[in-house]
């Protein structure tokens, strides 16, 4: 996963449009690192395939997430007993936020968690009523239901986008892909961070604080304005200069000091340019 | 030397500040204001049985539902549906839940009363697009659970109100079969099913309400066939007319079998030319005919005898029928008396007496009545009061009681088409506008509170009147211009065919004119405004003249159809004149010349490329004669995927104004492969843009020159898949090609393509760079690129020596037929949101950095420095680079949560944003608009040229008062020492 990201960034690197395609390409064939998605999606693209080459793929498919799965399912299981359970778990994943199809759309149905200090796990009512979610780019907008539900219905298979508008919360795009093939099959994953979903469930990357803090008072602040800079120089001639000047040798003083005085202390008036020309 | 420490130092304070500006939480209201609108009520609900806050459901043509507060108008909730997502009926069930019906007809939702949650939403799966209805239980017995019939796409629905479970579903499949009406009876549980099969039978069915099943099915057939919609006067006659439009016919269908009469209209409203049309009004045994511009009220007896009521002027607006007890029914009319508006109450039953009668003084810049809703109150003593809620001509919303408008609402502004700023008039001598403070004490009292705030000392109470203060300040809300150009006027024109000046500082409606040439009128059945331009800017020549705009409209949506102009003072809002219809008008170029009067000649184009100059006066003219040889404009056709580039060959031959008009010379084209490419997006410059300099220092004094030229046009296309929205295409069928060209010579200086891509493309063309957003398939993201151009035939102008000599092309001038080497770079990113609107902000001089403005799909405004979209970006940018202030490369443009202009509100419905630079160099005017509408003042590289708002003056008097003091002491002492040690 880092050594692909890397030269992803390689490649932006020299920053040129043709370039930013092979990228594209590069990312496409990351591997994610949810269940199967990544296979399943590339073939879910052509519907009109022949039934043959359908089933085939099909059987591929299904033997490759096996495969998958075995690498991470418990192996302490007999062989028969684990198919049984990846096929189960194969027909559950499409069950779980599937509905069936209807005359040439599929329904999406999906779930907003929002966090926050409330027990049930949602904020305010307020703030979930404002809760808008966004199917490609605006081309469908639903609201959440009282328990965080959201459904777009009618939706043609193919790859969706799904997007969360909500203020407050900073959402990752939701990229949705309708499966023609396998009837009603949904798979989910964040563009952001390329995480795939096993479930639905769309929950905020981050909060969003609009605002800057403003910082409490301080005296360091005052120091630091230009204006303290003024001060504390001021105070330092005052009060330190005096202290220079004790230091100083007694005879060394009375020298300065006549010298000064022979040559007439330098007051106000005789810096003036009239007083000056006098 | 002294430059580059100067220029070390810049950089060190503008990387010591956040990119962006951000605001603190009490900032919010000092340099913007937030509009909240509705857009124009299609169809409102009351609900006042209850005792509590008395309400009205609305929804509008903005796609909008909304809660009002009856007594002050102001939104308790609001929900913006998506934009083709447009509410067909709504209506209140259960007394808790609205109820909506939408996308024709194919998605019921129930929203919360109280605050407007969605409680659930049902989908209605049919065959055929057909009418769509809503019938929920209006006989609100609330402890039963009620259904709702609702009839979308060929479907008879039965809902549960409560949670909105489909109880049973009837499919009308046959194509032929419209249904006009369903009815439900009030006593047993039917549900009739009306409507035409083909255009002359007519067919109903008895549905049993409790499960669908059809119980019975009548057919008549009526010869002379049916046209239009029918009404349904009672609960078993129906009205329509037939397809000569010269018959009523009335339909009853209860009591066994159907039977159909018709009576000549003539017969009833006398001889009549034109179109007859039924108003779509519940009147109760009664119904309205239009017909020779009058509206006649016609009764149905029970026995199916027609009577006529009245004939009124047919600018009125009729509510419908509300019941009053006892079975009675009132209903509303709203008619215009001049400058005043009669609303009369008529009993349904007894058409003569009039339950009340109230004239109202209604401002004549609101136009005509356009619907009325009534509701009923009962008065103190036991008798009927009405309220009735008003749709103006201009879409403001209006409460009507006791014979005065108790509230109005401009929802005009929900709609708005186009802006331009004007400014304002400068302060006189001798005309003192601002208030003289009230007295020393509140001053004092002020500053001391001010004070206080500044060093964080006051209480919470304290800084509520602090902020109250701020908010108030008496300084931004004047009607003079002021120094920093912070004050204008924003000037809008909205749907409604008016304009509105809004004053930048608070917001408020200087003036509101409703356009007499945009309203309908017998040579223009359906203006619609355009666009809107700054015809004069009085500055040199006619400093005492107002400054005036150019509004352009069309009489109908098709594109030839002819236009219409208008100029309005930009102070007063009157119309100065107008022009129209004239010729039709598809494009207007303000041309950089103007008159003696400086007013700015403006091109306009018409659909046969002929070029039309206003204004029309042979000074102007003679002007663009001198200049004509450099006109040249194109034209985009979108749907043959073809640009075409004119310039001007003579005066036109056949035309009246034939001195102003000439024909146009084609000069090239460029012809896109149409079977591949579809043009979707095309940006230019904007033309009031400040380019500060052409040449830019990269790192390690290397100069590149930028390639400004006004005339560049960047041209997105896609494959025609990739050109439909989001989940339509696949990423192998799907590219995106973006071409920069010459508009005067049509030569492509630039083309690239994006593999897997796809539209919608958002664009921003500014200086020598164009960014634009789209949709990679690919990553399944959202993407910006940049391009930047730079001219190469000026590179080697590096050279001191050649500088000083003079043996450059620098001042050479510049000819769009000479063909420069140019060189582009380019760069794309990820970017997180979809994009609604995209546009760049400018300011007075071109100097400060600039941002980017997203609007985001959840209809926030993102700023974003250009510095994120900057080709020499790279991984790690070498010392000279980051000095220069080159940041590293990341793969995703940084969203800042504290750079969102618009900070934690929304500006729902967003739909274009509007930079104005201000006459401070650092800081520029930020206005956009959807149905909410929202002002800032943005200062891109922060206000490096001003003192900032929250400057703390208190801390510079403490610190001038503290030296003052401090010379005192130590002057006192050393008088005291120099004493001592005289006495030594």
């Not at chain 2, 008395?54 to 108008?73: C, F, P, Q, W, Y």
């Not at chain 2, 492969?673 to 830019?696: C, F, R, Y």
């Amino acid at each position: 996963m880092k050594r692909t990201e890397q030269s992803l960034r390689y490649t932006r690197a020299q920053g040129c449009g043709e370039i930013a395609q092979r990228r594209h390409a590069a990312a496409l064939h990351h591997p994610l690192p949810a269940v199967h998605l990544g296979d399943v999606r590339l073939t879910s693209h052509r519907p009109h395939r022949s039934p043959a080459y359908r089933s085939t793929i099909s059987s591929i498919e299904s033997i490759l997430a096996m495969m998958e799965l075995e690498r991470w399912g418990p192996s302490k299981f007999l062989p028969t007993s684990r198919l049984l359970i990846v096929l189960a778990f194969v027909s559950c994943l499409s069950c779980v936020f599937v509905a069936g199809r209807s005359a040439d759309g599929y329904t999406i149905n999906g779930r907003v968690k929002i966090p926050s200090a409330g027990a049930k796990g949602f904020g305010l009512l307020g703030k979930i009523s404002d809760v808008k979610v966004i199917l490609n780019g605006g081309q469908k907008v639903t609201f959440l239901r009282p328990d965080g539900y959201f459904s777009f219905y009618n939706v043609p298979a193919g790859t969706h986008l799904i997007e969360v508008a909500a203020i407050g919360y900073f959402f990752s795009p939701v990229r949705v892909d309708v499966s023609a093939r396998n009837p009603g099959k949904v798979q989910a994953a964040l563009t952001e961070n390329r995480r795939g979903l096993i479930e639905l469930v769309l929950e905020p990357l981050r909060e969003e604080q609009y605002y800057e803090i403003r910082e409490p008072f301080s005296i360091m602040s005052v120091v630091k304005s230009p204006m303290g800079l003024m001060m504390g120089f001021m105070l330092i001639v005052v009060f330190l200069m005096p202290k220079l000047v004790e230091n100083m040798d007694p005879e060394e003083m009375r020298r300065a000091q006549e010298e000064m005085r022979s040559q007439g202390v330098p007051s106000l008036s005789s810096l003036l340019p009239s007083a000056a020309r006098n | 030397m002294a430059a580059r420490i100067l220029a070390v130092f810049l950089l060190l304070f503008l990387s010591a500040a956040p990119l962006g500006s951000s605001l603190y939480e009490d900032q919010v209201g000092l340099m913007d204001w937030h509009q909240k609108y509705i857009g124009k009520v299609k169809h409102a609900v009351f609900h006042t049985q209850r005792s509590g806050r008395k309400r009205v459901v609305v929804s509008t043509e903005e796609n909008v539902i909304a809660s009002l507060d009856l007594r002050h108008g102001d939104i308790f909730w609001r929900r913006v549906l998506g934009a083709n997502d447009v509410v067909d009926a709504i209506d209140v069930a259960l007394g808790k839940f609205v109820i909506t019906l939408s996308s024709d007809g194919s998605t019921i939702r129930a929203w919360n009363l109280p605050d407007g949650l969605m409680v659930w939403e049902t989908f209605i799966r049919g065959s055929k697009s057909s009418k769509s209805l809503l019938l929920s239980g209006t006989n609100s017995k609330v402890d039963k659970d009620n259904t709702i019939l609702a009839f979308g796409e060929g479907c008879l629905v039965a809902v549960s109100s409560a949670d909105g479970e489909v109880l049973w579903k009837k499919d009308f499949a046959d194509a032929s079969f419209e249904v006009q009406q369903i009815i439900q009876s009030p006593g047993r549980d039917v549900v009739y099913v009306l409507g035409f099969v083909g255009s002359s039978s007519f067919d109903a069915y008895q549905i049993n309400g409790k499960n669908g099943e059809v119980m019975h099915h009548d057919t008549a057939s009526f010869a002379g066939g049916f046209s239009g919609n029918t009404l349904l006067v009672s609960d078993d006659v129906l009205v329509a007319l037939d397809a000569a439009m010269s018959h009523l016919i009335t339909i009853s269908f209860q009591g066994g079998g159907l039977s159909i009469n018709e009576k000549p209209i003539s017969n009833l409203v006398g001889d009549f030319a034109g179109p007859v049309e039924i108003l779509a009004l519940k009147l109760g045994r009664m119904f309205a005919l239009k017909a020779n511009k009058l509206i006649t009220f016609i009764s149905i007896s029970n026995d199916g005898k027609l009577d006529v009521l009245e004939k009124i002027n047919s600018a009125a607006a009729i509510s419908d029928a509300l019941s009053v007890s006892d079975g009675r029914h009132a209903v509303g009319l709203v008619q215009q008396v001049d400058n005043k508006v009669e609303f009369t109450v008529k009993l349904g039953n007894d058409w003569n007496t009039n339950l009340l009668k109230e004239t109202i003084n209604m401002d004549h810049q609101r136009g005509f009545v356009r619907k009325v809703f009534i509701n009923n109150y009962i008065r103190t003593d036991r008798s009927h009061g009405f309220r009735a809620l008003v749709v103006m001509e201009d879409h403001s919303l209006l409460l009507v009681q006791q014979g005065e408008i108790v509230w109005g609402r401009e929802d005009g502004l929900a709609s708005i088409l186009d802006v331009t700023t004007s400014e304002l008039p400068v302060e006189k001598d001798g005309v003192s506008v601002s208030k003289v403070e009230q007295n020393l004490f509140e001053w004092l009292k002020g500053h001391i509170l001010k004070l206080k705030g500044t060093l964080m000392l006051a209480s919470p109470e304290d800084m509520v009147v602090i902020q109250g203060m701020r908010l108030k300040s008496s300084e931004k809300s004047k009607m003079t211009r002021d120094h920093n150009g912070f004050r204008k006027l924003l000037i809008v024109l909205t749907r409604g065919g008016k304009l509105f000046a809004l004053h930048t500082g608070d917001g408020r409606i200087i003036w509101s004119r409703l356009l007499e040439s945009l309203r309908k009128s017998e040579a223009c059945e359906h203006p619609t405004g355009l666009r809107i331009y700054t015809w004069q800017v009085p500055h040199h020549h006619a400093m005492d003249e107002n400054p005036s705009v150019l509004v352009v409209g069309r009489c109908q949506q098709n594109l030839d159809a002819p236009g219409i102009l208008s100029f309005v003072d930009a102070y007063t809002g009157s119309e100065i004149k107008s022009v129209g219809p004239v010729h039709s008008v598809l494009q207007v170029i303000p041309l950089p010349f103007t008159d003696s009067t400086e007013q700015r000649l403006h091109l306009l184009i018409d659909a046969k490329q002929r070029v039309h100059l206003y204004p029309r006066s042979r000074e102007a003219l003679s002007i663009f004669q001198q200049e004509r040889s450099n006109i040249y404009w194109y034209s985009v056709e979108a749907d043959k995927s073809i640009i075409r580039g004119y310039a001007i060959k003579r005066t036109c031959v056949h035309e009246d104004a034939g001195d102003y008009c000439f024909e146009p010379r084609d000069l090239w084209s460029v012809v896109f492969p149409g079977k591949s490419e579809k043009i979707v997006s095309t940006v230019t410059q904007k033309l009031n843009e400040v380019v500060h300099t052409q040449a830019k220092v990269m790192a390690e004094q290397e100069l590149m020159y930028k390639y400004i030229s006004k005339n560049l046009l960047f041209v997105a296309t896609a494959s025609p898949k990739a050109s439909h929205e989001i989940g339509s295409a696949i990423p192998d069928e799907s590219f995106l090609v973006v071409y920069l060209i010459d508009t005067i010579t049509g030569r492509i200086l630039q083309r690239m393509t994006h593999q897997g891509c796809q539209a919608p493309v958002h664009a921003v063309f500014s200086e020598n760079w164009v960014v634009y957003h789209y949709f990679n398939l690919r990553a399944h993201r959202y993407e910006m690129s940049v391009i930047e151009i730079y001219d190469q035939s000026r590179a080697d102008n590096k050279d001191v020596l050649k500088l000083v000599v003079g043996k450059h092309n620098l001042t050479s001038p510049t000819s769009s037929y000479s063909r420069p080497e140019v060189v582009a770079k380019s760069q794309s990113y990820f970017f997180t949101h979809s994009v609604k609107a995209i546009t760049v902000t400018l300011t007075a001089k071109g100097i400060t950095s600039k941002q980017l403005l997203i609007g985001t799909i959840s209809d926030q405004v993102l700023a974003l420095d250009k510095r994120y979209l900057d080709p020499r970006r790279s991984l790690n940018p070498s010392q000279a680079e980051k000095e220069e202030g080159v940041i590293p490369l990341t793969d995703s443009l940084p969203i800042i949560p504290q750079s969102y202009v618009t900070h934690a509100l929304k500006v729902e419905g967003l739909r274009g944003i509007v930079t104005v630079p201000a006459k401070l160099e650092s800081t520029t005017l930020v206005f956009s608009y959807g149905v909410d509408i929202f002002f800032t003042r943005l200062a891109p590289s922060r206000t490096y040229d001003s003192l900032t708002e929250d400057f703390s003056y208190a801390l510079l008097l403490i610190t001038i008062v503290a030296l003052i003091a401090a010379i005192f002491v130590t002057w006192v002492w050393s008088e005291r020492k120099e004493l001592q040690e005289k006495w030594r």
